[in-house]
């Protein structure tokens, strides 16, 4: 787990253009350069809202599905707290065959106390999330944020709002 505030810093380096980032390269696991990242894949945890999910346990259940860490670059817990798990211009696990072109940002729960889908962010998730995205339109100009569900092929309610309408 990788703890970061802004501005961001990739690798210990702080992000201040493009260029930067280009030069944070890991072979066979990163993106081309900034301009392969398209999209900003919003995703829930699908955990309820009433159940703490942790960054701890999330890295155990992603390992557990043969991850190699946590599948997103950003996580939001319900207090807003915001915590990195991937470079930028890593390749997430988050997104299938999109990951090589999106950034993937969980955020806790999206399942109400009934278990069914629901979005339930709270006001603070909200203001980090909004926070995120304006930080990461500056550093990827031609990304666009979208839900997991507006990607083709996904039959998931993830992340239980509308993005683009939000
Ligand atoms: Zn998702």
Redesign the pocket.
């Known amino acids: 787990m990788i703890q970061e505030t802004f501005p961001m810093t990739v690798g210990g380096d702080e992000v201040l253009n493009e260029r930067m980032l280009l030069t944070k390269v890991e072979s066979g696991l990163a993106m081309r350069g900034a301009d392969a990242v398209r999209f900003l ?1 919003v ?2 945890s ?1 955990t309820r809202c009433d159940c703490p999910y942790t960054p701890e346990q999330m890295l155990r259940d992603h390992k557990a599905r043969g991850f190699r860490t946590v599948g997103y670059h950003f996580y939001i817990r319900r207090n807003g707290s915001l915590t990195q798990h991937r470079r930028l211009l890593e390749v997430g696990a ?2 299938r065959g999109f990951n090589r072109c999106s950034i993937g940002i ?1 955020y806790e729960g999206g399942l109400d106390h009934w278990g069914n889908p629901a979005d339930t962010r709270t006001p603070q998730q909200k203001q980090r999330l909004r926070e995120l995205l304006q930080t990461l339109h500056r550093i990827f100009p031609d990304a666009m944020a979208v839900g ?2 507006d990607l083709p092929g ?1 039959k ?1 309610d ?2 239980c709002f509308d993005v683009q309408g939000w």
Request: charged share 15%.
């Open positions: 894949v995703h829930c699908a988050h997104a969980c997991h569900r996904v998931k993830c992340p």
